[in-house]
C-alpha cells in the first residue's frame, strides 16, 4: 500500500477537516517507534541453538531447529515461547514470571482446570507479543520467562495451598512480576496468602472479576474454590473494605458467602451495574475502593466472569456475564491507574472449551495486562517496589 495524502488512511490528524486521528491512524504511528532488537537476538539464538537452515531455504533467518516464536504450530509451548527458566533462583533477571499453578481440588461441580496452565500455553503460541492497537510489543519492551509449574499435591488442597504461598512468595520477593495460570479459584487465597508475606505493615486491595463472589469459609466441609476470599481478606493485609467483586450474578451465588459480603462490607458491582453505569465509572469504583488506604493491589480474574457463549471451557459457566469486550476494557481501565503486584486468571478447563476459545481469552487477559503495565509505566521495573518486604512473614489474622 503507498503512503499517500490522497489515501484517507494516512491522512495527517492536521487535515483541513480537522478530525482527530483515527486509532488505527495511531497504531500504524505508534509502530514506528518500535524496535526490532528483542527479534533480531531472538533470531540470532536461534540460529545459533538450532543450526543454520538448509542450502535449500532463502530465507536465512530461519534456523533448522525451530527455536522462537515461529513456526507458531511448532516447538515447545511456555507462555508466548517465552525463555523456560529451570533454576527459579534466577526469577529476578526478569521483569514478568509466568506461573502455572495445576490445581482443581477445590472444585465442587466439573473438574478440569488443573490442565488449565496447559491449555493456556498451548494457545498462547497463536499469539506474537505485538498488539496493534496498543502500540506494544511485548518481545521488545519487557523479559518475560514461564517458571513452569508448582508442584500442587492432587486431593490435598491444604498442602497445595501451602506449595503455592511459598512459591508465589518467592516470585513476589524476587521483583518479578508474578502472573499465575489457574487452576481453580481456590487459589486465590494462597497466591494473595503468598503476596502477604512480603508486605511487612503494607496492605493489598484485591479486584475480582467473577460471576461468583467466592467468600464462603468452608464449602463441603473444606476450603474449596467458593472460598478464597473469606480466608484472604481474615488477613490483616488483605482488608476486606478493598476487596472490589466486578460482574456477580446469576444462579450460583450462595447466599451464606453473600452474607459474608454484607457482614464485611466488600464492594459488589453486577453485570447491569457496570453496564448502567458505564465501564469508566465501574473502572473508577473498584479503582477507589481497592487503593483507599492500600499500597497495591492484585487482579484476580475468573475466566467465567465473561459470558459463558464465550467461555464454555470453565467449571461454571453462566450467562449473562460481561462481554469480552466489556471486560478486556474495564481490565485496561483499571490496570492502568492502580499499582498491580499480581495477577492470576483461574477456571480454564481445557476438557470443557471449545476450538480453545477459552483459554485463548485468558491468553488475551494477560498480554492485554502486560501491555497496560508497560504503557502505565509500572513494567519494566526501574527497582523493586517499595511494597515488597526482603523478609518472609507469618499472615497476620485480622478476623476471628
Known amino acids: 500500500m503507498t503512503h499517500n495524502s490522497e489515501n484517507p488512511l494516512f491522512q495527517s490528524p492536521d487535515n483541513n477537516n480537522h478530525q482527530p486521528p483515527t ?3 495511531r497504531a500504524l504511528e ?23 537452515a538448509a542450502q535449500s531455504i532463502r530465507d536465512r533467518t530461519i534456523p533448522t531447529f525451530s527455536r522462537g516464536e515461529l513456526p507458531h504450530y511448532a516447538g515447545i509451548n511456555t507462555f508466548l515461547k517465552a525463555p523456560y527458566l529451570e533454576d527459579v533462583r534466577q526469577v529476578g533477571n526478569y ?21 488449565g496452565p496447559q491449555g493456556i500455553r498451548r494457545i498462547s503460541a497463536l499469539y506474537t507479543p505485538y498488539n496493534f492497537e496498543l502500540g506494544i ?3 521488545e519492551q519487557i523479559t518475560i520467562c514461564d517458571v513452569g509449574d508448582i508442584f500442587t499435591i492432587p486431593a490435598n488442597n491444604e498442602k497445595s ?4 504461598s511459598k512459591g508465589v512468595a518467592h516470585v513476589f520477593s524476587s521483583g518479578a512480576f508474578p502472573i499465575i495460570l489457574g487452576g481453580d479459584h481456590s487459589i486465590g487465597f494462597p497466591t494473595v496468602r503468598g503476596v502477604c508475606r512480603h508486605l511487612g505493615d503494607k496492605k493489598v486491595g484485591i479486584i475480582h472479576f467473577d460471576r461468583h463472589v467466592d467468600t464462603q469459609e468452608t464449602d463441603l466441609d473444606e476450603r474449596m ?10 488477613m490483616k493485609n488483605a ?8 460482574g456477580i450474578g446469576g444462579w450460583q451465588v450462595p447466599r451464606n458467602g453473600v452474607k459474608v459480603c454484607r457482614d464485611r462490607a466488600t464492594n459488589i458491582l453486577t453485570v447491569t451495574d457496570i453496564v448502567e453505569m458505564g465501564l469508566d465509572a465501574a473502572a473508577e469504583f473498584a479503582i477507589q475502593r481497592a487503593t483507599d488506604g492500600t499500597d497495591c493491589v492484585y487482579i484476580s480474574f475468573d475466566i467465567d466472569c465473561i459470558d459463558a457463549g464465550f467461555v464454555p471451557g470453565t467449571g461454571w459457566p453462566e450467562p449473562g456475564g460481561l462481554l469480552p469486550r466489556e471486560a478486556l476494557s474495564l481490565l485496561g481501565k483499571i490496570v492502568q491507574k492502580v499499582p498491580v503486584c499480581g495477577l492470576e486468571v483461574v477456571e480454564v478447563s481445557p476438557p470443557y472449551d471449545i476450538s480453545d476459545i477459552t483459554s485463548l481469552m485468558a491468553t488475551r487477559v494477560i498480554c492485554d495486562t502486560m501491555a497496560h503495565l508497560v504503557l502505565s509505566g509500572q513494567l519494566p521495573r ?15 489474622v485480622a478476623w476471628t
Not at 31 to 37: D, F, G, K, N, S
Not at 104 to 115: A, E, K, L, V, W
Open 30 to 52: 505508534l509502530e514506528t517507534r518500535l524496535p526490532m532488537t528483542g527479534w533480531q537476538q531472538e533470531v540470532s539464538k536461534g540460529i545459533e541453538y538450532g543450526l543454520e
Open 225 to 234: 474454590h467458593t472460598c478464597p476470599w473469606f480466608h484472604a481478606t481474615n
Open 137 to 139: 510489543d511485548l518481545r
Open 239 to 246: 482488608p476486606a473494605k478493598n476487596l472490589v467483586q466486578l
Open 95 to 115: 521483569d514478568v514470571a509466568i506461573v502455572g499453578v495445576p490445581h482443581d481440588s477445590g472444585t465442587t461441580y466439573r473438574p478440569g482446570t488443573r490442565f
Open 382 to 396: 526501574k527497582e523493586k517496589p517499595a511494597y515488597i518486604h526482603p523478609e518472609s512473614q507469618p499472615e497476620l
Open 23 to 25: 486509532e488505527a491512524q
Open 161 to 164: 495451598f501451602d506449595q503455592i
